[in-house]
């Protein structure tokens, strides 16, 4: 085709092109096909340098007019576009507020279980761990719950089926204690953090699934005392110097004595609410001192080493520090509950 005729066809076409534009991406795509470095206008004067040279004048200033007229014609035409552009015919309004978007944290129950290490890493503990399916052993049998014994009732087990042997959900993190002392020599002092499962009604009280962080030392002549004492540090760091703490006497089969650890109801200030079962006091841990028979079934010499351990509940410890009354919101996962945090 003649050069001339070419330009021609290109003016032709790129105007009815122009009369179609109807939005700023149709500009843009105009833009790019037309007069864009390598649009169809550049290809022209790259077609230029291999015309005879006596035509070259003309037909260089023709394309060049072109060009000027195209661009021209394009602004016109994109200016145009604004006065029928979206935001003036309704379809784009820029007044609707923007989409905002939420920072990431940390689940109220990971950032009280932080704490609780924070707290004892701080005077010593390391940090261990077992498996949530846990064979019978170690969630009773090496804790001195002998097979049949009334007090595997104390907590309410899901059973699980295996060919290979007897295994439950770990009703708690004591097993750990176990693992733990198979696979160190003494002294020991480790917090065990994890989940437990309970096959308990739901309320506001429990939940079918829990936190503990349970907590072991293990050492020549370890006494009831620094229990004690550890637990009251525990409690000042965590709440505040004024919390009070009673230790009741109980029972746990690899514990001997036995207590159970309550802290003051802050929700209700003492007063008597549904959390504190209206006695003013929540309970937050059992502890004491490490049976000899457990000692036995890890192999240690029960008479070279005294210990003491503990298990406290991360949501019990987090409603009361932050004051709320319903162990659920914790596993709904509602945004508006975890934003709080
Ligand atoms: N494992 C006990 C429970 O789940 C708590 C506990 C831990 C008690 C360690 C004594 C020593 O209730």
């Not at 864009?36 to 340098?49: C, M, V, Y």
């Not at 739901?202 to 079918?208: D, E, G, L, P, V």
Request: net charge negative.
């Amino acid at each position: 085709m003649e050069m001339l005729e070419e330009i021609q066809k290109l003016k032709d076409e790129a105007t009815s092109a122009l009369g179609t534009l109807k939005s700023t991406d149709d500009a843009e795509n105009f833009r790019l096909r037309y007069l864009s470095r390598k649009g169809a206008l550049a290809q022209l004067f790259e077609k230029l340098k291999e015309v005879p040279k006596e035509n070259k004048p003309a037909l260089g200033k023709s394309l060049n007019e072109l060009r000027t007229f195209l661009e021209n014609e394009f602004e016109t035409s994109r200016n145009n576009l604004g006065s029928k552009s979206p935001t003036s015919d309704g379809s784009l309004d820029l007044s609707i507020p923007g989409r905002k978007r939420y920072t990431g944290r940390k689940h109220p129950l990971t950032q009280t279980a932080d704490e609780i290490k924070r707290i004892f890493t701080n005077i010593g503990f390391g940090i261990a761990d077992g498996p949530e399916i846990e064979d019978d052993y170690h969630n009773f049998e090496a804790l001195n719950f002998p097979p049949d014994h009334p007090a595997r009732d104390m907590q309410d087990t899901f059973f699980v089926k295996s060919e290979e042997g007897k295994y439950v959900l770990r009703t708690h993190t004591s097993g750990v204690q176990i693992r733990v002392m198979e696979n160190n020599k003494p002294p020991v002092r480790v917090m065990m953090p994890g989940r437990v499962y309970r096959n308990e009604a739901i309320s506001a009280r429990s939940y079918c699934l829990f936190h503990q962080v349970e907590g072991l030392y293990v050492d020549k002549n370890v006494s009831l005392a620094e229990l004690k004492g550890t637990i009251a540090y525990f409690a000042k760091e965590f709440f505040n110097e004024e919390a009070k703490l009673r230790f009741r006497p109980s029972y746990f089969p690899f514990t001997e004595p036995s207590a159970e650890v309550d802290v003051n109801c802050f929700i209700c200030g003492g007063k008597g609410c549904k959390i504190c079962k209206y006695s003013g006091w929540l309970e937050i841990m059992g502890c004491g001192m490490v049976d000899p028979n457990v000692f036995k079934a890890v192999k240690y010499d029960e008479n070279e080493v005294s210990g003491y351990a503990f298990g406290m509940g991360i949501e019990r410890l987090a409603l009361l520090r932050y004051g709320i009354d319903d162990i659920r919101l914790f596993f709904e996962n509602d945004l508006r509950f975890l934003n709080q945090f």
